[in-house]
């Protein structure tokens, strides 16, 4: 298990700070990061988040998973490598 999150279905308003703040009631957040479309700027509704410890990022996947942010429940599971082109 890595403490890399990949966290989906994020309401396209949503912050960085929005998606620290949601996962820092599970524990410490390394990083919170929401993909942003490189033309207009708007987020691509995913992103994702860093925890501590792997022990943190199964507590936020399986409290997390389906919670609701802005509005909008998420999905969140473990990060996986981005595939080779």
Known sequence: MTN???IGGLEYSTTDAQ???HFSKIGKVLSAK??????TGQGKGFGFVEMDSPEA??????KLN????NGRSI???EA???PER
Do not use: N
Request: glycine fraction near 4%; charged fraction near 40%.
């Open 4 to 6: 890399k999150l990949f």
């Open 19 to 21: 998606l620290e703040e």
């Open 34 to 39: 929401v993909i942003l479309d490189r033309d």
């Open 57 to 62: 990022a199964k507590e936020a996947m399986d």
């Open 66 to 69: 389906g919670s609701q942010l």
């Open 75 to 77: 999905a969140v599971k």
């Open 80 to 82: 996986t490598p981005r």
